[in-house]
């Protein structure tokens, strides 16, 4: 079967950095996807990586080992208002979004 | 005007009501979808629409009944639900389907709660 895992909690302080794991067994692999999530709004995108390494975008950044079937999202200088669910998704063989049950970051002051 | 937008937010219903969820995206997209997110879990692919035809089912129950009447309208029909139908029901568009790179737009959802 396909799976996405990721941790289901993690809890950072603010202005450090914080490193949110993904891995995936898909049948296929056409893009890996984050998004973030704060409670009661609407997924939005963060990154996409198709190829291997690292894609930054300001503070986010997200790597991606296709070999090990492996990512992760960096967040540095952690802000109170990065506190938010992240979600992991992998595109399959069919363009079908698999997704992860996503990450709360908790950020403490 | 956010890019896709869903009505109502929140939404309680008994289990022998009949209620629909709708959809609008504003962003030009030919793809539409209905997810399922309950807590602490994935989010659950229900249906999709291409072009307004459904090209996606993943084995949904009867009770949940689409209709994709144009590219930018998506609705969700309900009809005698059970309480673990209860979840965050949420719209999502994107440019087309097959592409890798597309992402998806996502409404803020309906807080659905079966009584």
């Known amino acids: 079967g396909q799976n996405i895992d990721q941790p289901t909690e993690m809890t950072a302080t603010e202005g450090a950095i914080v490193q949110i794991n993904c891995t995936y067994q898909?049948?296929?692999?056409?893009?890996l996807f984050w998004y973030q999530q704060h409670a009661g709004e609407a997924p939005t995108f963060l990154s996409y990586n198709v190829l291997d390494g690292l894609e930054e975008k300001g503070r986010f950044s997200s790597f991606l080992s296709r070999s090990k079937g492996y990512s992760y999202l960096l967040l540095k200088e952690l802000q109170m208002k990065d506190s938010a669910s992240y979600l992991c998704a992998v595109k399959d063989s069919n363009y079908q979004l698999i997704w992860g049950a996503g990450t709360k970051l908790i950020i403490k002051p | 005007e956010t890019g896709v937008t869903q009505t109502p937010r929140h939404l309680v219903m008994g289990m022998t009501n009949k209620k629909s969820l709708k959809c609008e995206q504003h962003?030009?997209?030919?793809?539409m979808y209905w997810y399922k997110q309950s807590a602490k879990k994935p989010l659950e692919l229900m249906f999709v629409y291409s072009l307004e035809e459904r090209v996606e089912n993943n084995s949904v129950p009867s009770r949940f009944s689409p209709e994709c009447p144009n590219s930018s309208h998506l609705f969700l029909h309900l009809h005698t639900l059970q309480p673990e139908d209860s979840a965050l029901y949420l719209c999502?568009?994107?440019?087309?389907?097959?592409?890798?790179?597309?992402?998806?737009?996502f409404g803020q959802g309906t807080r659905l709660t079966v009584v």
């Open positions: 898909t049948s296929g692999f056409n893009g």
């Open positions: 999502a568009s994107s440019q087309e389907i097959g592409q890798g790179s597309t992402e998806a737009f």
């Open positions: 962003l030009g997209h030919n793809a």
